[in-house]
């Protein structure tokens, strides 16, 4: 079983930065392909970045290309640390992103469908 805990998320204001950082525990994570997503209230969830488990691809939505960076850390033997880090921040930001992870290794996902596990939500909102 895998486990993903992301960090806590908080207040930014406009035009600020803010990284979120997903903790898995569990074994073999490092051949686990990854992602991030958003979900508002009443709405479907939302892909925002992925990342494939050797880290060396990934995908973005249109609406975070140039401000929203996905990586990686493998240095690690029994666990890894998946991180977005969110630039250029807007108040439409305003919303719940969920960590996800999958064990079909191919390639970074984007859709919420492919993968196995998920993170529990954290909070992040954007002031005006």
């Known amino acids: 079983q895998v486990h993903l805990v992301e960090s806590r998320g908080g207040l930014v204001q406009t035009g600020g930065s803010l990284r979120l950082s997903c903790a898995a525990s569990?074994?073999?994570?490092?051949?686990?392909?990854m992602g991030w997503f958003r979900q508002a209230p009443g709405k479907d969830r939302e892909f925002v970045a992925a990342?494939?488990?050797?880290?060396?691809?990934?995908?973005?939505?249109d609406s975070v290309k140039g401000r929203f960076t996905i990586s990686r850390d493998k240095t690690k033997n029994t666990d890894n640390t998946a991180y977005l880090q969110r630039n250029s921040l807007k108040p439409e930001y305003t919303t719940v992103y969920f960590c996800a992870a999958t064990r079909f290794v191919g390639g970074p996902k984007t859709r919420a469908y492919e993968y196995d596990y998920w993170g529990q939500g954290t909070q992040v909102t954007v002031s005006s």
């Open positions: 990342i494939s488990w050797s880290g060396e691809s990934t995908a973005y939505a």
């Open positions: 569990g074994r073999a994570f490092r051949r686990y392909d």
